[in-house]
């Protein structure tokens, strides 16, 4: 099979940035960090790692992956705004040459008239400004006209020239909120080579979203029709029903050759521990029957498929499990293996972690290790996360005590430790997790709400560690997410509150320094140093 370099599909990766965006999927710095270099492992060509001007999180972590991950290209995310151009630069500039500016902006009608209250003439003179402003300052400019897919297609290819003409390198056709059908997309796509005869001196992109499950196909239908992009995310996470699936569209062009002349540079054994990663730093679960990575998609259930596949695996199989990374020997640690085959596990997981990090990782596995038989690979990844918070811990846990049982109220003792004080209290619930996080409420003085709880265990046996994810409402109004995991579920739920608890101090803490006028020279001295 010969690959030819004009049917090369380049995989943009928004993970971090679209996939973010979804209700409950938060990750600290440190934890896009670890997903980033798993990109880079996975020889992505396009990390796209967030929108700068969005918070000054946001900002830091596009610049720390620009700084630190090597091979793909990085891209920050823009409005054609002349400050969001600027502070996008800024992030992405320690990437040098490898540094992409994303801008976009509506183009269809209805969001031209009820959004954007601009006419056609005004949207392109828009778009110019800003591509011209992005090209000033680095050469790889990539631009999407959002709602792509639901523009007037004659207006649509006016705008992609138009920001071809200002020397946008890559042009990108979003399905904002996944409309298309795939006969009706590979059309526009194919409209547009025909109506815009400076198209093809571009990388024309698609990005789909999954409102109606057709994202995949979709994109496949864009990439039939001359797209060499797919824009996606890792188990098509995103904003409502989530983006076009990375490991489905990668495995779709290379599972049929036949159909597809078109390839992807993607290291796809890498696949499998990806999907863990994200689905364990977000906080959500890939569903059992999902196609490629879900846990069910290459166990054979039925009798008649068992007896066939011990026969002649391709009677039922048209991928092999090696392919995506499941090797179906996973490497367990238990209460025996030495501090070399636990760093060595942790290097093959894909995890950096300085001496100290490894110390205090070491030492959680040992005591967990003295809890349950085995230790698998994602109970690491879980001890990994615990270290990879980068929220302040104002409050820590000291002690839990819970009382519980059918006749007895449930009640819980709580004592937390703040710098060097310890203050306790104790407090009744409807059940140990609710009597557990009113008293935490009561030491630390917030009122916090349940908004979204779930429990999910991590590895399987009886004695697998419990992982609870939390949204929590405080004093009404400000949401946040915390997860933490333990081989005690009460436990558990207390540390994920408390790291809802945490995460609620610092953010009001940088509200009020955001309020104070800091920032600005801080953004300067970047620049000069640039
Ligand atoms: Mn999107």
Redesign the pocket.
């Known amino acids: 099979m010969k690959q030819k370099a004009e049917n090369k599909v380049i995989i943009f990766d928004?993970t971090l940035r679209?996939g973010e965006?979804c209700p409950g999927a938060s990750m600290g710095l440190r934890e896009k960090l670890e997903v980033g270099r798993q990109l880079a492992r996975l020889k992505v060509d396009i990390i796209e790692a967030g929108f700068p001007v969005a918070s000054p999180g946001d900002f830091e972590s596009v610049k720390m992956i620009a700084e630190q991950i090597k091979g793909p290209r990085i891209a920050g995310l823009a409005r054609c705004i002349p400050r969001d151009i600027e502070v996008c630069h800024e992030a992405v500039a320690p990437a040098g040459k490898r540094g992409r500016i994303h801008v976009f902006l509506a183009t269809s009608s209805i969001h031209r008239q009820y959004k954007l209250k601009k006419a056609k003439e005004e949207i392109i003179r828009q778009s110019v400004r800003a591509v011209k402003q992005a090209r000033k300052l680095v050469e790889d400019v990539q631009f999407s006209p959002e709602d792509a897919s639901r523009t007037e297609p004659d207006f649509l290819a006016d705008v992609c020239k138009a920001v071809i003409d200002e020397g946008a390198t890559t042009v990108n056709i979003?399905d904002?909120v996944g409309y298309a059908t795939p006969d009706e997309f590979g059309a526009l796509i194919a409209y547009l080579f025909d109506n815009v005869p400076e198209l093809p001196k571009v990388t024309v992109h698609v990005?789909c979203?999954n409102d109606l499950g057709l994202a995949v196909a979709n994109s496949l239908a864009a990439v039939k029709n001359g797209a060499r992009g797919v824009?996606c995310t890792i188990n098509g996470i995103?904003?409502r029903a989530g983006?076009c699936s990375l490991e489905e569209v990668v495995m779709a062009m290379r599972t049929r050759p036949d159909i597809y002349d078109e390839w992807t540079g993607v290291n796809t054994p890498e696949l499998y521990r990806t999907s863990r990663l994200v689905s364990q730093l977000t906080g959500l679960v890939v569903q059992r029957n999902k196609a490629i990575v879900g846990a069910n998609a290459f166990a054979h259930e039925a009798g008649i498929h068992q007896d066939g596949m011990l026969k002649e695996r391709s009677t039922y199989e048209i991928m092999r499990p090696e392919d995506i990374g499941i090797t179906g020997t996973e490497l367990v640690l238990g209460k025996h293996s030495g501090r070399h085959a636990f760093s060595h596990n942790l290097q093959k997981l894909g995890f950096k972690l300085t001496q100290k990090e490894l110390e205090e990782a070491y030492k959680i596995f040992i005591e967990l290790s003295d809890k349950k038989k085995n230790v698998y690979d994602d109970d690491v990844v879980a001890i990994v996360q615990e270290l990879m918070r980068d929220v302040p811990a104002v409050f820590t846990l000291d002690y839990l005590h819970v009382s519980a049982g059918t006749g007895t109220v449930p009640t819980a003792t709580v004592r937390l430790k703040r710098l060097n004080e310890s203050i306790q209290d104790a407090a009744c619930g409807d059940g140990p997790v609710d009597a557990a996080l009113k008293t935490i409420d009561r030491i630390a003085g917030v009122q916090g709400r349940l908004m979204d709880y779930s429990l999910q265990a991590i590895t399987k046996d009886k004695d697998a560690m419990g992982e609870v994810s939390m949204r929590v409402e405080f004093n009404g109004g400000h949401m946040v997410s915390g997860k933490a995991s333990s081989t005690d579920i009460v436990e558990a739920s207390a540390k994920a509150y408390l790291n809802c608890v945490n995460r609620f101090m610092a953010e009001q803490k940088e509200k009020e320094q955001e309020e104070t006028p800091h920032e600005k020279p801080r953004r300067r001295k970047v620049k000069a140093r640039k």
């Open positions: 928004t679209d965006q979003p904002t990005h979203h824009e995103g904003e983006n």
